[in-house]
């Protein structure tokens, strides 16, 4: 094949890739649904931390936005409730509430009348509340770095900062009505670090979830 007719070729390519991207509009969703998380690690001993799952909540928006047929990235800005529950004498319960903002990766293939859903990729969150529950609501307040006074203050700290990574799948109904399973894997340590004092404890937010959407 002459070079002409190759730029020609790809000239027209690109072209074809534009427009169909340029009529492929960006779309809108809510969702809602339950979550079922628990906070992993270690204790300062080195011992796994014997936690159970919290049921809770999320709730938010995200938009699609075409990057190639079927393939989408997805951001979007979440109200997300995590924690968990201690199954100690006192029924002691951790509730942590985020601002979570997802970004990822979405593949979205015509199945049948609708679309199958895979999406993978990083979330960032940012707690802001929490609270301690064991007979009585203790508020957990949030430092990067306490002194050893603060640690054994008997008050809860942790770090506000989260990050991890999400990966879900489910269906897109023609009616736009989705629902998907949704699982995450928190990378943060959100256990503050203690001055002068080599603490070994690991406390990482994971869990999964199930969500009801809509897309507009």
Do not use: C
């Amino acid at each position: 094949m002459k070079t002409k007719n190759v730029i020609a070729l790809a000239v027209l390519s690109l072209i074809v890739f534009h427009t169909s991207i340029a009529q492929t509009k960006t779309s809108f969703s809510i969702r809602a649904g339950v979550n079922f998380q628990n906070i992993n690690g270690e204790d300062m001993l080195g011992d796994d931390l014997d936690w159970k799952l919290k049921t809770g909540f999320h709730i938010g928006a995200e938009a699609d936005v075409p990057i190639a047929t079927d393939f989408f990235i997805r951001p979007g800005v979440l109200f997300s409730t995590k924690g968990a529950n201690l199954d100690d004498p006192d029924d002691t319960r951790i509730n942590l509430s985020y601002i979570e903002v997802p970004i990822s990766f979405t593949y979205k293939p015509v199945l049948g009348t609708g679309r199958l859903i895979l999406g993978v990729g990083p979330y960032v969150a940012f707690a802001v509340g929490g609270k301690v529950k064991n007979g009585v609501d203790e508020d957990i307040e949030f430092e990067n770095e306490i002194s050893p006074a603060q640690a054994i203050s008997g008050t809860v700290f942790m770090k506000r900062f989260d990050a991890g990574g999400n990966i879900f799948f489910g269906y897109e109904f023609a009616q736009r009505i989705f629902a998907q399973l949704n699982a995450q894997l928190g990378l943060v340590n959100i256990n503050p670090d203690i001055e002068g004092i080599d603490d070994d404890t690991k406390m990482k937010n994971t869990g999964f979830g199930i969500s009801i959407g809509y897309r507009f």
